[in-house]
């Protein structure tokens, strides 16, 4: 069993190289990704609702990740109560809550008071919301059993309760019918590949909740507007009148450049799946061919792993025509993305894999979307078997760091023209470049240092 395991992985590693030495695309590439799964959080006063909606279900899903499919796609906030036992349980008097609950009305009024100012005002009121959206959050991860919902994915549950290893074959290129064997013989525990598709999948599961608040832009530029006229006909009551309608003339066009577009801030929760070899061996042994006791179990969890606040101003130069839903796409898919981007700089577990595209020169299909701005540092990973556990290791064999001159602009364009960018030679820039030793080889694998 050692040895097939031992030839399985040498193939796929050579399928990998001769894939990447192809020059396909980073996504035909045969890698493990982590997988993840995404959750929009609703209520009554989001502004704009449909459009958002629209353009959140649209959203281009992150290709560094599998996407994970549970039946769970969205909550409604304004449906989750907390109450007194829950509020004690977290060590919060319900006092504070209350306070917290009028700070993040006052958010909201702010932010539609100033521009200027509303930064400010989330860094204050934030944190408090941070801990009572978080403890709705969990509410609904137990509640849904969202744990249980997506290791049913995983293992591709039937409307029967059945499970089998399909799922687990097509992201990990596992041997389905032998893991399916094992476990019907109980020898789950002694099969290498059930724990290596355990720690290469189902520990790498991700679940993110996403709040927006979406800002128009006009009521806080016809506020700036106003205040700044008032200054200027109270400090220049003795100045010309020239230089008097200039300056107020200036406050108009400050004004018409501001007002078009929305301000978008969001709020990004993510969570892994917890899953170990204990986990395993209940499920494999207890839980497999017991679709009652699985619906029933209280054994899978999700932890918290971090939060990211966003905020992004979209607006346009006086004269360009977007349609609302360009603007509201255009907003969203940024933040979104530079929520991703954040939260896998201060989460090494979320960071993602990325395959060596090519080796002369070194580049990679990741680019701004991600962060990249230039001179970021990568780790260059090479997939190994541990002969004594039978689980895939991953060696760092060298490092590699982003050339400023080519970063691929992977960004979202709603409905945008984008100039196209070309290399030295006219072709199109459709990856990133990379400095890095002659050892790096097409079919390694990147993961950025923090």
């Known amino acids: 069993m ?30 493990r990704r982590s997988s993840l799964s995404m959750i929009i959080i609703e209520n009554k006063n989001l502004p704009n609702k449909d459009a958002v909606l629209s353009s959140w279900t649209n959203y281009p899903f992150p290709d560094k990740y599998n996407k994970h499919v549970t039946n769970l796609k969205s909550i409604n906030i304004d449906n989750i109560k907390l109450s007194e036992q829950e509020i004690e349980a977290a060590n919060l008097k319900k006092e504070k809550l209350n306070n917290g609950l009028q700070a993040g009305k006052t958010l909201n009024n702010a932010t539609s008071n100033k521009l200027s100012s509303s930064a400010n005002s989330v860094a204050g009121k934030l944190p408090m919301e941070k801990t009572e959206y978080q403890m709705m959050i969990d509410k609904v991860i137990t509640s849904e059993k969202l744990a249980n919902k997506l290791v049913a994915s995983w293992f591709n549950r039937s409307p029967d309760g059945k499970f089998n290893m399909k799922l687990i074959q097509e992201r990990g290129f596992y041997n389905a019918s032998e893991m399916e064997a094992g476990i019907a013989k109980g020898q789950a525990k002694g099969l290498a590949s059930l724990g290596d598709a355990g720690e290469e999948l189902l520990r790498n599961t991700f679940v993110t909740f996403t709040k927006l608040d979406f800002i128009e832009n006009e009521p806080a530029a016809l506020k700036a507007r106003d205040a700044a006229k008032k200054e200027i006909q109270e400090s220049m ?9 200039k300056a107020l003339k200036g406050a108009d066009n400050a004004y018409d450049k501001a007002k078009e577009g929305y301000s978008l801030w969001s709020k990004t929760w993510l969570y892994q799946l917890k899953w170990n070899d204990s986990i395993a061996a209940i499920f ?63 989460n090494e577990v979320f960071r993602p894999k990325v395959p060596v595209l090519s080796a002369d020169p070194i580049t990679a299909q990741i680019g701004m979307k991600e962060g ?19 689980r895939t290791e991953y060696k760092v064999v060298g490092s590699a760091t982003v050339d400023k001159k080519i970063v691929w602009d992977n960004r979202y364009n709603a409905g945008d023209k984008s100039e196209v960018v070309l290399d ?6 459709t990856a990133t470049l990379f400095k890095g030793g002659k050892n790096i080889q097409p079919g390694m694998l990147l993961k950025q240092k923090r």
């Open 424 to 429: 030295k030679n006219g072709a199109p820039i």
């Open 372 to 390: 990249l701005e230039g001179g970021e540092q990568f780790d260059v990973l090479e997939m190994v078997l541990n002969q004594k556990t039978g």
């Open 284 to 346: 494999y042994n207890d839980l497999w061919s017991n679709p009652k006791a699985f619906d029933n179990s209280n054994l899978f969890s999700l932890e918290f792993v971090g939060v990211q606040y966003n905020q992004s101003l979209v607006t346009f130069k006086i004269g360009e025509k977007r349609t609302q839903e360009q603007i509201i796409d255009l907003a969203l898919v940024r933040n979104v993305d530079n929520a991703f981007a954040e939260l896998q700089k201060e």
């Open 237 to 245: 009551t003795n100045s010309p009148k020239l230089l008097v309608d």
């Open 2 to 31: 050692q040895k097939l395991l031992t030839i399985f992985v040498t193939v796929l590693c050579l399928i990998i190289t001769t894939k990447a030495i192809s020059q396909e695309s980073a996504t035909d590439l045969k890698y």
